[in-house]
């Protein structure tokens, strides 16, 4: 990823932006992930409905 930024000369700044956006990658990860369980979570429930 730190290819990603090397138009940037700081190091520190490169590094700084590569965790950011990966600490936002990983929020938006999380955040499909508990979509997804709670859309299995339903679909089980209107499973057993059945």
Excluded: A, P, R
């Excluded at 965790?19 to 990983?26: D, E, R």
């Excluded at 955040?31 to 679909?43: E, G, M, T």
């Amino acid at each position: 990823m730190l290819d990603s930024f090397n138009f940037i000369s700081d190091e520190k700044l490169k590094k700084d932006l590569v965790i950011n956006n990966t600490h936002l990658l990983n929020q938006q990860i999380e955040k499909f992930n508990f979509f997804s369980d709670q859309l299995l979570i339903f679909l089980m429930i209107c499973l057993l409905k059945i």
